[in-house]
Protein backbone atom coordinates (compact mmCIF):
# COMPACT_ATOMS: atom_id res chain seq x y z
CA UNK A 1 0.00 0.00 0.00
CA UNK A 2 1.40 3.05 -0.70
CA UNK A 3 0.13 6.64 1.09
CA UNK A 4 -0.36 9.67 -0.62
CA UNK A 5 -1.21 13.28 0.80
CA UNK A 6 -2.54 15.66 -1.87
CA UNK A 7 -1.67 19.53 -2.08
CA UNK A 8 -3.83 21.50 -4.75
CA UNK A 9 -5.32 24.95 -4.15
CA UNK A 10 -7.79 24.83 -6.02
CA UNK A 11 -11.07 21.82 -4.96
CA UNK A 12 -11.56 20.87 -8.02
CA UNK A 13 -8.08 20.00 -9.54
CA UNK A 14 -7.57 18.33 -5.93
CA UNK A 15 -10.76 16.58 -5.69
CA UNK A 16 -10.01 15.22 -8.90
CA UNK A 17 -6.39 14.28 -8.39
CA UNK A 18 -7.62 12.27 -4.96
CA UNK A 19 -10.38 10.42 -7.14
CA UNK A 20 -8.01 8.96 -9.42
CA UNK A 21 -5.29 8.21 -6.51
CA UNK A 22 -8.33 6.59 -4.59
CA UNK A 23 -9.54 4.28 -7.29
CA UNK A 24 -6.73 2.26 -7.27
CA UNK A 25 -6.93 -0.43 -4.68
CA UNK A 26 -3.26 0.16 -3.52
CA UNK A 27 -3.32 4.17 -2.74
CA UNK A 28 -4.25 5.36 0.48
CA UNK A 29 -5.02 8.88 0.53
CA UNK A 30 -4.03 10.36 4.06
CA UNK A 31 -5.41 13.99 3.98
CA UNK A 32 -5.78 16.73 1.39
CA UNK A 33 -4.04 20.17 1.42
CA UNK A 34 -5.18 23.39 -0.19
CA UNK A 35 -1.60 25.05 0.56
CA UNK A 36 2.07 24.25 0.92
CA UNK A 37 2.01 24.95 4.80
CA UNK A 38 -0.53 22.55 5.18
CA UNK A 39 0.90 20.21 2.90
CA UNK A 40 4.41 20.28 5.26
CA UNK A 41 1.94 19.88 8.43
CA UNK A 42 0.33 16.86 6.70
CA UNK A 43 3.35 15.42 6.13
CA UNK A 44 4.58 16.14 9.39
CA UNK A 45 1.62 14.07 11.21
CA UNK A 46 1.15 11.08 8.56
CA UNK A 47 4.93 10.57 7.16
CA UNK A 48 3.20 9.67 3.51
CA UNK A 49 5.20 7.72 1.01
CA UNK A 50 4.39 10.53 -0.89
CA UNK A 51 3.98 14.32 -1.11
CA UNK A 52 1.73 15.02 -4.54
CA UNK A 53 1.93 18.61 -4.38
CA UNK A 54 0.96 21.27 -6.66
CA UNK A 55 3.72 24.13 -7.56
CA UNK A 56 1.85 27.49 -7.34
CA UNK A 57 0.00 27.78 -4.12
CA UNK A 58 -0.65 30.42 -1.22
CA UNK A 59 1.08 30.58 1.85
CA UNK A 60 3.68 28.10 1.17
CA UNK A 61 4.14 27.04 -2.55
CA UNK A 62 5.39 23.97 -3.85
CA UNK A 63 9.32 24.50 -4.28
CA UNK A 64 9.18 25.75 -0.80
CA UNK A 65 7.38 23.05 0.63
CA UNK A 66 9.46 20.48 -1.15
CA UNK A 67 12.18 22.07 0.27
CA UNK A 68 10.75 21.90 3.83
CA UNK A 69 9.21 18.00 3.29
CA UNK A 70 12.51 16.79 1.64
CA UNK A 71 14.83 18.18 4.62
CA UNK A 72 12.84 17.27 7.67
CA UNK A 73 11.16 14.13 6.02
CA UNK A 74 13.29 12.72 3.51
CA UNK A 75 11.96 9.46 3.87
CA UNK A 76 8.46 11.14 2.11
CA UNK A 77 8.97 11.92 -1.59
CA UNK A 78 7.62 14.99 -3.19
CA UNK A 79 6.24 14.87 -6.40
CA UNK A 80 5.13 17.81 -8.47
CA UNK A 81 1.98 17.98 -10.42
CA UNK A 82 1.38 21.11 -11.82
CA UNK A 83 0.33 22.99 -15.53
CA UNK A 84 3.86 24.83 -15.63
CA UNK A 85 6.70 23.53 -17.72
CA UNK A 86 9.18 26.11 -17.76
CA UNK A 87 13.30 25.58 -17.61
CA UNK A 88 13.13 27.89 -14.35
CA UNK A 89 10.27 25.48 -12.44
CA UNK A 90 11.36 22.29 -13.38
CA UNK A 91 15.03 23.13 -11.44
CA UNK A 92 13.58 24.92 -8.54
CA UNK A 93 11.44 22.22 -7.86
CA UNK A 94 14.45 19.03 -8.54
CA UNK A 95 16.65 21.27 -6.45
CA UNK A 96 14.32 21.87 -3.84
CA UNK A 97 14.31 17.97 -3.81
CA UNK A 98 11.18 16.88 -5.74
CA UNK A 99 11.82 13.37 -7.59
CA UNK A 100 9.42 13.41 -10.00
CA UNK A 101 7.49 16.50 -12.16
CA UNK A 102 4.63 15.96 -13.77
CA UNK A 103 1.95 17.70 -15.47
CA UNK A 104 -1.96 18.28 -15.11
CA UNK A 105 -2.32 16.33 -18.83
CA UNK A 106 -0.92 12.83 -17.28
CA UNK A 107 -3.51 10.06 -17.78
CA UNK A 108 -4.69 8.54 -14.45
CA UNK A 109 -2.20 5.32 -15.57
CA UNK A 110 0.74 7.80 -15.88
CA UNK A 111 -0.17 9.48 -12.32
CA UNK A 112 -0.63 5.92 -10.38
CA UNK A 113 2.27 4.80 -12.06
CA UNK A 114 4.24 7.88 -11.00
CA UNK A 115 3.26 7.06 -8.09
CA UNK A 116 4.34 3.85 -6.73
CA UNK A 117 7.62 4.57 -8.68
CA UNK A 118 8.52 7.52 -6.55
CA UNK A 119 7.57 6.00 -3.32
CA UNK A 120 10.12 3.91 -4.75
CA UNK A 121 12.70 6.80 -5.08
CA UNK A 122 12.75 6.66 -8.76
CA UNK A 123 12.83 9.66 -10.75
CA UNK A 124 9.49 10.76 -12.74
CA UNK A 125 9.12 13.11 -15.31
CA UNK A 126 6.14 14.18 -17.69
CA UNK A 127 7.55 13.12 -21.10
CA UNK A 128 6.71 16.27 -22.19
CA UNK A 129 9.71 17.84 -19.15
CA UNK A 130 12.02 14.61 -20.02
CA UNK A 131 12.62 15.92 -23.77
CA UNK A 132 13.41 19.66 -22.94
CA UNK A 133 15.67 18.38 -19.80
CA UNK A 134 17.20 15.99 -23.07
CA UNK A 135 16.68 18.88 -25.13
CA UNK A 136 19.02 20.91 -23.17
CA UNK A 137 21.32 18.74 -22.56
CA UNK A 138 21.87 18.52 -26.08
CA UNK A 139 22.13 22.01 -27.30
CA UNK A 140 25.73 23.37 -27.19
CA UNK A 141 27.62 25.12 -24.95
CA UNK A 142 27.98 28.98 -25.57
CA UNK A 143 30.73 30.03 -27.75
CA UNK A 144 33.85 31.44 -25.49
CA UNK A 145 34.00 35.10 -26.97
CA UNK A 146 38.33 36.14 -26.51
CA UNK A 147 38.40 39.50 -23.90
CA UNK A 148 39.02 41.59 -27.57
CA UNK A 149 35.88 40.69 -29.44
CA UNK A 150 33.94 41.28 -26.12
CA UNK A 151 35.60 44.59 -26.40
CA UNK A 152 34.61 44.64 -30.23
CA UNK A 153 30.77 43.50 -29.02
CA UNK A 154 30.07 46.14 -26.31
CA UNK A 155 31.06 48.78 -28.79
CA UNK A 156 28.65 47.72 -31.35
CA UNK A 157 26.47 47.66 -28.57
CA UNK A 158 27.14 51.13 -28.24
CA UNK A 159 26.35 52.07 -31.53
CA UNK A 160 29.72 52.53 -32.44
CA UNK A 161 30.73 52.14 -36.35
CA UNK A 162 33.63 49.92 -37.42
CA UNK A 163 35.59 53.34 -37.77
CA UNK A 164 34.57 54.32 -34.42
CA UNK A 165 35.22 51.49 -33.08
CA UNK A 166 39.06 51.06 -34.18
CA UNK A 167 39.42 54.33 -32.83
CA UNK A 168 38.51 53.34 -29.45
CA UNK A 169 39.94 50.04 -29.64
CA UNK A 170 43.13 51.32 -31.27
CA UNK A 171 43.21 49.38 -33.69
CA UNK A 172 42.61 49.32 -37.71
CA UNK A 173 39.36 49.11 -38.79
CA UNK A 174 40.22 46.02 -41.37
CA UNK A 175 40.78 44.07 -37.61
CA UNK A 176 37.41 45.18 -36.03
CA UNK A 177 35.81 43.65 -39.36
CA UNK A 178 38.19 40.15 -38.68
CA UNK A 179 36.87 40.06 -35.33
CA UNK A 180 33.51 40.32 -36.17
CA UNK A 181 33.52 37.71 -38.52
CA UNK A 182 34.84 35.56 -36.19
CA UNK A 183 32.32 36.86 -33.57
CA UNK A 184 29.39 36.19 -36.05
CA UNK A 185 30.53 32.96 -36.88
CA UNK A 186 31.18 31.98 -33.13
CA UNK A 187 27.43 32.81 -32.37
CA UNK A 188 25.87 31.35 -35.17
CA UNK A 189 24.61 35.14 -36.39
CA UNK A 190 24.49 36.75 -39.97
CA UNK A 191 24.17 41.12 -38.23
CA UNK A 192 25.19 43.23 -35.56
CA UNK A 193 21.93 43.09 -33.77
CA UNK A 194 21.41 39.61 -33.43
CA UNK A 195 25.23 39.42 -32.57
CA UNK A 196 24.81 41.54 -29.64
CA UNK A 197 21.44 39.90 -28.79
CA UNK A 198 22.59 36.71 -28.62
CA UNK A 199 25.47 37.41 -26.79
CA UNK A 200 23.45 39.11 -24.54
CA UNK A 201 21.53 36.40 -23.78
CA UNK A 202 23.94 33.38 -23.51
CA UNK A 203 25.65 35.68 -20.91
CA UNK A 204 28.67 36.39 -22.80
CA UNK A 205 28.27 40.28 -23.22
CA UNK A 206 27.52 41.56 -19.57
CA UNK A 207 25.94 44.68 -19.58
CA UNK A 208 28.42 47.31 -19.21
CA UNK A 209 28.50 51.40 -18.86
CA UNK A 210 28.65 52.94 -22.30
CA UNK A 211 31.44 55.10 -22.66
Not at 37 to 43: D, G, T, Y
Not at 65 to 75: D, L, M, N, Q, V
Not at 163 to 178: F, H, N, P, Q, S
Not at 185 to 208: C, F, H, I, M, N
Amino acid sequence: MTSVIVADDHPAMRAGVIALLAADPDIAILGEASDGREAVALVAAHRPDVALLDLRMPVLDGVAATAEIAAAHPSTRVLILTTYDTDADIERAVEAGAVGYLLKDTTREQLVDAVRAASRGETVLAPKIAQKLVARMRRPAPAALTAREVDVLRAVADGLSNAEIGERLVIAEATVKTHLLRIFAKLDVSDRTRAVVTALEQGLLPPGPRR
